[in-house]
């Protein structure tokens, strides 16, 4: 089993940039594909990117393709999403969320572990 803790949320205006992570514990972080999923108000979750094991494969949604990175440090038991070009429509709780599987995957119902969420605004 892995607990999942995301950080990094925030206020940030249109154009900005943030970084969330998300720290593993429990199982070491390698043995999981590893997704972030957001929640919009008054919305569905939805995938928003997802890296493989060992890091070496990424899959995005096309609304941040070119604008998110997904990436992993094994070694540090994290995963990261760095947010560039922010736009009011990312404004959402984002979702770190593990699957015991190599990966990527972007079904919601693939993944059986979750973090509690970190809230971006986007907004001037």
């Known amino acids: 089993q892995v607990q999942l803790v995301e950080s990094g949320g925030g206020l940030v205006q249109p154009g900005g940039s943030l970084r969330l992570s998300c720290a593993a514990s429990g199982r070491t972080v390698s043995m999981y594909a590893m997704g972030w999923f957001r929640q919009p108000p008054g919305k569905e979750r939805e995938f928003v990117a997802a890296i493989s094991r060992s890091g070496g494969s990424t899959y995005y949604a096309d609304s941040v393709k070119g604008r998110f990175t997904i990436s992993r440090d094994n070694a540090k038991n994290t995963v990261y999403l760095q947010m560039n070009s922010l736009k009011p429509e990312d404004t959402a709780v984002y979702y770190c969320?593990?699957?015991?599987?190599?990966?990527?995957?972007?079904?919601?119902?693939?993944?059986?572990?979750w973090g509690q969420g970190t809230q971006v605004t986007v907004s001037s």
């Open positions: 969320a593990a699957a015991f599987r190599q990966g990527p995957i972007s079904g919601l119902k693939d993944y059986g572990y």
